[in-house]
Every structure is written in C-alpha cells, then in structure tokens.
C-alpha cells in the first residue's frame, strides 16, 4: 500500500510559476512510475506528467509540453512538478499518482495508487 500526499498548490497569476510536491510512503517508491493528473471543475480527470522509476523517461501531455517539468527524487521518496507559464486554463486540482506501468501506459490505464489532491488556481 502506497500513500501519497501532495503538496505546494495555491493561488498564482498568469505566467507565474509553481512546484507541487508529492511525498510517497508506505512502498518501495524506486519501483513506481510517478504521474501527476487534474481535474478541473466539471471536467474528467486527465493526465498531466508522468516520469519513470529510475527518472530516464518523461511523458508529457501536449497541453503542457515545454511549461512543466516532473522530476523525482528517490532517497527523499518525492516527485516534483515544476510548472511555469502558467495559464488560467491550467486551474484544477492535482493528483499525484503511482502504478507499475510504463509512463505512456500510466496515461490512459492508471490503476494504481492516488493521492488526495492539492488545488492550483490561475487568475488572468
């Protein structure tokens, strides 16, 4: 059993940057592919970042190639997204997420283990 718990969200401008943090317990996390999905009001969940066990694969969403950046850090059992250029359309909750699976397996079939969610508001 994994437990996830998120961290970092809050209220930025447009164009401001944010980091979200999902620290990972309970499991061996150098064995999870990491992800990150949102979900904004009225909207399915979708897929964000994903990154894999040992951080030599990335996987992005079109929506947020070239602003977002995930990242992990193994000995701290954390990942991180680093998200710039940030647009009011990137407003949502964020989910951290981990499974066994590839990074581009993890964006269409996650199954594995979620974290609560942390909110990131974008004004205009």
């Known amino acids: 059993q994994v437990q996830l718990v998120e961290s970092g969200g809050g209220l930025v401008q447009a164009g401001g940057s944010l980091r979200l943090s999902c620290a990972a317990s309970?499991?061996?996390?150098?064995?999870?592919?990491m992800g990150w999905f949102r979900q904004a009001p009225g909207k399915e969940r979708e897929f964000v970042a994903a990154?894999?066990?040992?951080?030599?694969?990335?996987y992005y969403s079109e929506s947020v190639k070239g602003r977002f950046t995930i990242s992990r850090d193994n000995a701290k059992k954390t990942v991180y997204l680093q998200m710039s250029s940030l647009k009011p359309e990137d407003t949502a909750v964020y989910y951290c997420?981990?499974?066994?699976?590839?990074?581009?397996?993890?964006?269409?079939?996650?199954?594995?283990?979620w974290g609560q969610g942390t909110q990131v508001t974008v004004s205009s």
């Open positions: 997420a981990a499974d066994r699976a590839t990074a581009q397996a993890m964006a269409t079939q996650m199954r594995g283990y």
């Open positions: 309970g499991g061996t996390f150098s064995l999870y592919t």
């Open positions: 990154i894999t066990w040992g951080g030599s694969s990335t």
